[in-house]
């Protein structure tokens, strides 16, 4: 499997940016994909994932700010974030494996990173 995210860049707080995660090498029906960051001089951290059937789960510092949705037609995963704050300041990865999980090497195959830079 094969990703490629996109869609960071400079945003004030309070903006929205939405992510975007492109797919290929293996159907993406089957797919499980989530959502990580990494903020500088921070361990990588679970943001979301969703499921096959489109479910998806979310970090408590993220719930009802940040929405995670896929688009089969596409072969493509989204990560729309709202209410941004300067804490969200991250580079951002996509991440595919067996099951939703927040833990890093529960995920087998990840994306570049784009990075996501929230102003004050």
């Known amino acids: 499997v094969q990703l490629q995210a996109s869609g960071g860049g400079l945003v004030q707080a309070g903006g929205s940016l939405r992510l975007s995660c492109a797919a290929s090498g293996r159907t993406f029906r089957s797919i499980v994909m989530g959502w990580f960051r990494q903020a500088p001089g921070k361990e990588r951290e679970f943001v979301g994932g969703?499921?096959?059937?489109?479910?998806?789960a979310y970090a408590d510092s993220v719930r009802g700010r940040f929405t995670i949705s896929r688009d089969g037609g596409k072969n493509t995963m989204y990560l729309r974030m709202d209410s941004l704050k300067p804490e969200d300041t991250a580079v951002y990865y996509c991440?595919?494996?067996?099951?939703?999980?927040?833990?890093?090497?529960?995920?087998?195959?990840w994306g570049q990173g784009t990075l996501v830079t929230v102003s004050s």
């Open positions: 969703i499921n096959r059937s489109g479910s998806a």
């Open positions: 991440a595919a494996g067996p099951v939703v999980s927040g833990t890093v090497t529960a995920y087998d195959y």
